[in-house]
Nanobody, 117 residues
Framework: QVQLVESGGGLVQNGGSLRLSCAAS????????MGWYRQAVGKQRELVAT???????NYADSVKGRFTISRDNAKNTVYLQMNSLKPEDTADYYCNTLNLISQRNYWGQGTQVTVSS
């Protein structure tokens, strides 16, 4: 059974930082691309960042230079370091995993990030 458990969300002031974590179980972590997505109220879910098992990263233009995705394959955990946060970063953030062999993907339950102005 695949489980993705996010943590680290919360309330932060404009310009602040947060670090999200996502612990994965039930998957062969090294076969999977890991990613973070977000969904603001009234908007569609959008890509924030992804990282392959080899460390290749991809970011949405809106977060480039401010957010950093990383993974610890030994701990089956992916992180999202978010710096210089803006009110428009306020959203529910979801961890995602995509198995490159089966093409199945799974979602975590989400963690809320609120940036106050």
């Amino acid at each position: 059974q695949v489980q993705l458990v996010e943590s680290g969300g919360g309330l932060v002031q404009n310009g602040g930082s947060l670090r999200l974590s996502c612990a994965a179980s039930g998957i062969i972590f090294s076969f999977n691309v890991m990613g973070w997505y977000r969904q603001a109220v009234g908007k569609q879910r959008e890509l924030v960042a992804t990282i392959t098992s080899g460390g290749i990263t991809n970011y949405a233009d809106s977060v480039k230079g401010r957010f950093t995705i990383s993974r610890d394959n030994a701990k089956n955990t992916v992180y999202l370091q978010m710096n210089s946060l803006k009110p428009e970063d306020t959203a529910d953030y979801y961890c995602n995993t995509l198995n490159l062999i089966s093409q199945r993907n799974y979602w975590g339950q989400g963690t809320q990030v609120t940036v106050s102005s």
